[in-house]
């Protein structure tokens, strides 16, 4: 199972927005509006993986991937 999120620059930060509804529902769960580093690594522990839907490509990413990547 994989969910969609957006990895966006806001700000010299780069966030994870949540675009299925999935991921829009653990969004609502952990109460943000994007899926923080945290989030995602508890996303990653009920074995989902991530799909970025960048506004030209798809890419499959690792929840180790994304850790490279600096969340707020």
């Given at each position: 199972?994989?969910?969609?999120?957006?990895?966006?620059?806001?700000?010299?930060?780069?966030?994870a927005?949540?675009?299925?509804?999935?991921?829009?529902?653990?969004?609502?769960?952990?109460?943000?509006?994007?899926?923080?580093?945290?989030?995602?690594?508890?996303?990653?522990?009920?074995?989902?993986?991530?799909?970025?839907?960048?506004?030209?490509?798809?890419?499959?990413?690792?929840?180790?991937?994304?850790?490279?990547?600096?969340?707020?």
């Amino acid at each position: 199972m994989k969910i969609t999120i957006q990895l966006r620059g806001v700000y010299g930060r780069t966030k994870a927005y949540p675009l299925c509804d999935k991921a829009k529902a653990f969004a609502s769960i952990a109460g943000t509006s994007t899926l923080t580093r945290n989030t995602l690594r508890n996303i990653d522990a009920l074995g989902y993986g991530f799909i970025n839907q960048a506004i030209t490509t798809t890419e499959n990413l690792s929840f180790d991937q994304l850790n490279n990547v600096v969340l707020d």
